[in-house]
């Protein structure tokens, strides 16, 4: 294992703030918290706390997603249905582009996709129904689609493809992780694959070839981890769109000797991704290559980066690289943002 070391950060005020997610934009490093703030921090000098801090009023936070990376554009949405489009660049009074409203209950997930001019939201389950929204930002008053029938239960994850934006990953504690064409409304029709894998905590496409023209890409890779900790690779391109795993590492507990999965980061040059998984009992969080080798698609235990102490005894919530600048960045259950470098 190679280890890395703290090198800079910042802890909340208040002994019950959570982070909840950190996402690297241009003009910094954003991060929702427990507190409702959504704050704007530069990266390199995170101990001396947020360049801004927007009091959001969703409630509570559920969900933040990056709309444009090159922009510093963060849209969020909250437990009383509503979104909000943010651009970090501006003072915090005047930070908020867009305000969406309705009286579809709380909204648990969100996915944008600035190629679309879309944003999705999920929502909690409610009077029998859980339900997709999805609106162009161009003209948001109502949503241009929704699909009240894909899922059965609380929607917890959202994603457009990276390069086909039309199609939409989803999951839910139903068990169901689906993808769908947006372009078809009948939802009978509109459903392309659909995979049976066990309440869904987090999911998202893992790597793709095929153009944004193409609505079935030649490889469609998705992983879905559950609420107890189960992980898996799907292919869902034509032909493949159901059925058995192509990698099926079940309870990853005992297989990597940690308690629960954080998240899962897509690596931008396209070469697999990073799991990330930790143990409160030893105060641990590791960094673990997910990779197409000769054998297949596995995870790359000869690799490993563990960040030893993490965030004590209590969850990392949220995690990304800057892989350039060989820092990792992790926030948690602790109130703490922190940068991991190696050591000397």
Same mark, same amino acid.
């Given at each position: 294992?190679?280890?890395?070391?703290?090198s800079?950060?910042?802890?909340?005020?208040?002994?019950?703030?959570?982070?909840?997610?950190?996402?690297?934009?241009?003009?910094?490093?954003?991060?929702?918290?427990?507190?409702?703030?959504?704050?704007?921090?530069?990266?390199?000098r995170?101990?001396?706390?947020p360049?801004?801090?927007i009091?959001?009023?969703?409630g509570?936070?559920?969900?933040?997603?990056?709309?444009?990376g090159?922009?510093?554009?963060?849209?969020?949405?909250?437990?009383?249905?509503?979104?909000?489009?943010?651009?970090?660049?501006?003072d915090?009074?005047?930070?908020?582009?867009?305000?969406?409203?309705?009286?579809?209950?709380?909204?648990?997930?969100?996915?944008?996709?600035?190629?679309?001019?879309?944003?999705v939201?999920?929502?909690?389950?409610?009077?029998?129904?859980?339900?997709?929204?999805?609106?162009?930002?161009?003209?948001?008053?109502?949503?241009?689609?929704?699909?009240?029938?894909?899922?059965?239960?609380?929607?917890?994850?959202?994603?457009?493809h990276?390069?086909a934006?039309?199609?939409l990953?989803?999951?839910?504690?139903? @068990?169901?992780v689906? $993808?769908?064409?947006?372009?078809?409304? =009948? *939802?009978?029709?509109? &459903?392309?694959?659909?995979?049976?894998? #066990?309440?869904?905590?987090?999911?998202?496409?893992?790597?793709?070839?095929?153009?944004?023209?193409?609505?079935?890409?030649s490889?469609?890779?998705?992983?879905?981890?559950?609420?107890?900790?189960?992980?898996?690779?799907?292919?869902a391109?034509?032909?493949t769109?159901?059925?058995?795993?192509?990698?099926?590492?079940?309870?990853?507990?005992?297989?990597?000797?940690?308690?629960?999965?954080?998240?899962?980061?897509?690596?931008?040059?396209?070469?697999?991704?990073?799991?990330?998984?930790?143990?409160?009992?030893?105060?641990?969080?590791?960094?673990?290559?997910l990779?197409?080798?000769?054998?297949?698609?596995?995870?790359?235990?000869?690799?490993?980066?563990?960040?030893?102490?993490?965030? @004590?005894?209590?969850? $990392?919530?949220?995690?990304?690289?800057? =892989? *350039?600048?060989q820092? &990792?960045?992790?926030?948690?259950?602790? #109130?703490?943002?922190?940068?991991?470098?190696?050591?000397n």
């Amino acid at each position: 294992m190679y280890p890395l070391v703290p090198s800079d950060g910042f802890k909340y005020p208040g002994e019950d703030t959570y982070v909840l997610d950190i996402l690297p934009v241009a003009t910094g490093l954003a991060a929702t918290a427990s507190d409702q703030t959504l704050s704007l921090f530069d990266p390199f000098r995170l101990s001396q706390g947020p360049i801004r801090k927007i009091t959001t009023d969703h409630g509570n936070i559920k969900a933040a997603n990056v709309y444009s990376g090159l922009n510093s554009v963060i849209c969020t949405s909250g437990e009383n249905g509503t979104v909000s489009v943010w651009d970090l660049r501006a003072d915090p009074a005047s930070a908020r582009a867009l305000q969406i409203e309705g009286n579809q209950p709380g909204l648990l997930s969100l996915s944008c996709s600035e190629e679309s001019n879309a944003l999705v939201a999920g929502t909690e389950l409610a009077n029998h129904q859980a339900s997709i929204l999805i609106w162009d930002l161009r003209s948001p008053q109502t949503p241009k689609s929704q699909y009240h029938e894909v899922h059965s239960d609380d929607v917890t994850e959202l994603a457009f493809h990276p390069s086909a934006p039309h199609l939409l990953l989803s999951g839910s504690t139903d @068990g169901l992780v689906n $993808v769908t064409d947006t372009r078809i409304a =009948d *939802e009978d029709e509109a &459903v392309q694959a659909t995979f049976n894998h #066990g309440s869904v905590h987090k999911a998202g496409f893992l790597s793709s070839s095929g153009g944004s023209g193409d609505s079935s890409p030649s490889t469609m890779l998705l992983y879905a981890a559950s609420h107890d900790e189960k992980f898996a690779l799907y292919d869902a391109a034509e032909g493949t769109g159901s059925g058995a795993p192509m990698l099926d590492l079940g309870d990853v507990r005992p297989v990597l000797g940690c308690q629960y999965i954080a998240g899962v980061v897509a690596k931008v040059d396209g070469n697999g991704a990073v799991v990330g998984v930790g143990a409160q009992d030893q105060q641990m969080f590791q960094l673990i290559h997910l990779a197409n080798g000769p054998g297949g698609w596995g995870l790359d235990r000869d690799t490993v980066v563990g960040l030893p102490g993490a965030h @004590g005894s209590e969850l $990392v919530r949220s995690f990304c690289f800057y =892989d *350039e600048q060989q820092v &990792v960045f992790t926030a948690g259950e602790d #109130g703490c943002v922190k940068a991991w470098r190696p050591g000397n």
